[in-house]
Structures are given as C-alpha cells and as structure tokens.
Nanobody, 125 residues
C-alpha cells in the first residue's frame, strides 16, 4: 500500500521558518515528479511547489517564490519543503503529492495520483 506521510508542520510566528517532510512508502518515487499543495477551508487547493524526478527542475507558485525551496532525497524516498519568511497568508493544510507516471514534466497542470493526509501550518502575525 502506497503511503505519503507529511511531517514538520506546526505553529510559527510570522517571519519564521519551517521544514516539511514527506516520506513515501509502498513504492519508489525516484522516477516521479512530486509536489506540495496547500488548502485553506473554503478555498481551492493550490500547488505551492513541485520538483522533477531528478530534482533538476522545480516549479513555484508566485506567492512563495524566493521564500520556499523544494528538494528531494531519492535514496530516502522523501521530498522536503523549506519555508522561510513565513507570512500569515501561508497558513494552510499542506499536502504532499506524487505523480504515478514516470519522467513527466513538472508544471502547474500536472495531475498527481497519490496524496498524503496533510500537515497543518499556522503562522501567527
């Protein structure tokens, strides 16, 4: 059974940092794009960042460019999201996702097949 398990969320003051982790099990995703999404109640889920299978290509939403960094460790089947200079508007439930197909190009339209349960990030102002 494939599982994506997020960790690292929590409560932080504005301007602070958090590092989210997403550990995959049940299959390898070293040849698959992975992404981080977030969702606020009453709003659509938003793609925050994505990374290609090799880590060589990344995508960021405009709202997080320059503040967030996505990375991956294929040996550990894990993807990370380093979040710096956090703002109150970054408060959301953050989800990890994985593409089920291999070697597909990273981008805002890529559809993901596997999802984690989410980790809450709350930024106090």
């Amino acid at each position: 059974q494939v599982q994506l398990v997020e960790s690292g969320g929590g409560l932080v003051q504005a301007g602070g940092s958090l590092r989210l982790s997403c550990a995959a099990s049940g299959r390898t995703f070293r040849r698959n794009s992975m992404g981080w999404f977030r969702q606020v109640p009453g709003k659509a889920r938003e793609l925050v960042a994505a990374i290609s299978w090799s880590g060589g290509t990344t995508y960021y939403a405009d709202s997080v460019k320059g503040r967030f960094t996505i990375s991956r460790d294929n040996a550990k089947n894990t993807v990370y999201l380093q979040m710096n200079s956090l703002k109150s508007e970054d408060t959301a439930l953050y989800y990890c996702a994985a593409d089920g197909d291999t070697f597909r190009r990273v981008g805002p339209t890529l559809q993901y097949d596997f999802w984690g349960q989410g980790t809450q990030v709350t930024v106090s102002s």
